[in-house]
Structure formats: C-alpha cells, structure tokens
C-alpha cells in the first residue's frame, strides 16, 4: 500500500530536550516536505527536499532542521524544543514539487512543556 | 492575506443537500488543488485542476476553475455525513515557488 508514514504520532517533551519525527515514504517520491497546523494560521511549510541530499527551506523554517541521506526517508530534527513549537505536523511526499498531488502522512501531534 | 483563501470559513447542511465550497487566490497559477482533512488526520487529496482546464469531475465531486477571477469551486453533491471534514485548497504557482500553498480550509459539517 503507497503510504507516507510519521513517527511518533504523539509526543509530550519538555523544553530543551532534542527529538526528531520521522518520516517515511514507499512510493519511490522523489519531493517530501514538512508542514506544521496551527489554529488559525491553515498549514505552513517548514522545510522540503526536491530529491536526495537537496533540502530547502519553507515558510517557518526556524528551530528545524532535516536531513534526506536516502530517497524514502525525510526526519524533521528540533534541536532544542520550544513551547511555540508545539503543533500538529504533517510529512508529505509527491513525484514533484507542485505538479502532481502530495501524499500526507497521518501526523505528529508535538507537546512542548 | 494568502494566496488561497475559502468562503465560507464554515458550512452546515444537512444529509442529501449540495456543499458548495469557494477558493480565491492572487497569482497567476499552474495548477490548484483540493484536499480533505478529517479532524486532526492528514489531508487527502481530492482534485487537482489544471490551469488551461475549467472543470472537473470526481464521483460526487465537482470542481470548477475561472482564472479570470482568480477563483474556484469545489462542489460536493448528495453530501453524507462522512463528507464532514475540512477542505482546503492549495495552489501551484510560478510566484511561489517549489511549494504548495494552502489556504486557511472550509470546515464542513453535514447533519444526519
């Protein structure tokens, strides 16, 4: 089954205290992004990568950080949790930026205490 | 204000009846697209409409696109209950880059 996945789904931290979601894709996509929700403000982007070892940043990009060493895997690291950090964050993939539709994952609901 | 923005913010109606969701957006685009999210899931995608394309069909779905007013309508016929979701649009332009941008979503709501 063609699936982007997210782990963990849910997480409760406390400022400071490093942590990284990861984010997985089987369909062989070669652009992945990270977004986070919030109330009020609809989805921004955080980062994206257009292929392997190509990463850029979106709209919110600070405290973030990602990697893409292989094709299917894009982590979304946070160094140093904040409390403003605290977000629902969504991992999609698609076979392009823009022309073709985005594969969500199920999302990681983040608490920073 | 963002690229794309829905009207109405929220919609309620009951089971049987036509969701009629609108999208506006600022530039000029390649494409625009619209997803569905079920409370605190991810998004779906449901449609994607080309630039030089005006309509098109999806099951009970229907989206329209007038880029001479810079708008879109997202058409949900003989809704259900299961219809009740966010819906958003998101739109693929040369002005933004490698990205979608998605407006704030309409939340629907459809009473059994």
């Known amino acids: 089954e063609a699936q982007v996945t997210q782990n963990p789904r849910y997480l409760i931290t406390v400022t400071g205290k490093k942590l990284t979601v990861t984010c997985s894709q089987n369909m062989n996509h070669e652009y992945m992004s990270w977004y986070r929700q919030d109330p009020g403000l609809g989805l921004r982007q955080i980062y994206y990568?257009?292929?392997?070892?190509?990463?850029d940043k979106g709209d919110v990009p600070e405290g973030y950080k990602v990697s893409r060493k292989e094709k299917r895997n894009f982590p979304l690291i946070l160094e140093s949790p904040s409390p403003n950090q605290t977000s629902l964050y969504f991992c999609a993939s698609s076979l392009s930026a823009t022309r073709w539709e985005q594969y969500f994952g199920p999302g990681t609901r983040l608490t920073v205490t | 204000s963002q690229q794309g923005e829905e009207d109405p913010q929220a919609l309620s109606i009951q089971e049987g009846e036509n969701a009629t969701m609108n999208c506006s957006y600022k530039?000029?685009?390649?494409?625009l697209q619209w997803y569905r999210q079920n409370s605190g899931r991810g998004l779906v995608h449901l449609i994607l409409i080309r630039s030089n394309e005006r309509e098109k069909h999806s099951g009970r779905l229907r989206v329209t696109l007038d880029t001479s007013k810079k708008s879109s309508s997202l058409l949900i016929t003989a809704s259900r209950a299961a219809d009740t979701a966010s819906y958003f649009c998101a739109t693929a332009s040369m002005e933004y880059g490698n990205k979608l941008v998605f407006g704030a979503g309409t939340i629907l709501r459809v009473k059994s």
């Open positions: 530039t000029s685009i390649n494409n």
């Open positions: 990568s257009m292929n392997v070892e190509v990463t």
